[in-house]
């Protein structure tokens, strides 16, 4: 296989509706374990570490996406706890004890649910916060990727992963590695995860709101900040939610 432009298309064409085929039903129980828990006057909390981070973005506090949505994101544990910057690094997604600190940290009441991402689902501190949301009794939709996943060794004390923990699993699609393009003398280009994650992500969004309006409910979902009457239909639709989302961190 070339490297090129085309040929990443040709790959992300191919993956992309892969993913939407076999993730269907997923992505429709998704949306029902999220739509009960927003008639419960639940809110929606993302967390994804790394790249995935931008799964949680695509979830929480965007255009086009539900209000009731709060991102947990591993600064947090500086912006909201006080910590120093130093602590925040490149393998601290890979410690335990940080989920315990984050669960504490955020907004969460018991009828929240939450959608958590990991390409590879064994890093510790993604693990262990899962295990944390099901011990408290909440919904989990885990988004990560089987094949990579498979081929792996936990990296958390229990020897599980992501994929253990949550009531709806949602394949991403990507190759062990993410990237999809080999090159001649070893290794891969073309990383595809987060444009599959993100796919699944507005999937999930749309039935989910499909479901509100079915039922005849208003669906709180954000306009753009940057229309016309966004911050004020914004501002009244998040009051609803004062101190349960949290934004600009």
Request: no cysteine; glycine share 8%; charged share 20%.
């Given at each position: 296989?070339?490297?090129?432009?085309?040929?990443?298309?040709?790959?992300?064409?191919?993956?992309?509706?892969?993913?939407?085929?076999?993730?269907?039903?997923?992505?429709?129980?998704?949306?029902?374990?999220?739509?009960?828990?927003?008639?419960?006057?639940?809110?929606?909390?993302?967390?994804?570490?790394?790249?995935?981070?931008?799964?949680?973005?695509?979830?929480?506090?965007?255009?086009g996406g539900l209000v009731p949505t709060n991102r947990i994101a591993l600064r947090d544990l500086v912006l909201v706890g006080g910590d120093p910057a130093d602590v925040l690094g490149p393998k601290l997604e890979r410690d335990p004890a940080v989920a315990h600190r984050l669960y504490e940290l955020a907004p969460i009441r018991p009828q929240d649910v939450f959608v958590l991402a990991s390409n590879s689902g064994v890093n510790g501190a993604m693990v262990e916060f899962a295990s944390i949301v099901k011990e408290r009794g909440h919904g989990l939709v885990a988004i990560t990727s089987a094949q990579h996943s498979a081929r792996m060794t936990s990296r958390h004390p229990s020897g599980r992963k992501l994929a253990d923990f949550a009531d709806v699993v949602l394949d991403n699609g990507a190759p062990y590695g993410d990237a999809t393009l080999p090159l001649p003398g070893g290794g891969a280009v073309g990383a595809v995860s987060s444009i599959t994650a993100a796919l699944l992500a507005q999937q999930i969004v749309a039935e989910v709101v499909a479901r509100l309006v079915a039922a005849g409910e208003r669906p709180p979902v954000y306009l753009s900040a940057n229309i016309t009457g966004g911050d004020e239909h914004n501002a009244e639709l998040e009051a609803r939610y004062a101190g349960r989302i949290r934004r600009g961190s």
């Open positions: 296989m070339t490297v090129s432009a085309e040929a990443y298309l040709a790959v992300v064409t191919e993956t992309i509706g892969r993913v939407a085929a076999e993730q269907r039903r997923n992505v429709a129980d998704a949306a029902d374990l999220i739509a009960a828990a927003l008639r419960a006057d639940g809110v929606v909390h993302a967390f994804g570490t790394g790249h995935s981070e931008a799964l949680a973005m695509e979830i929480a506090g965007r255009a």
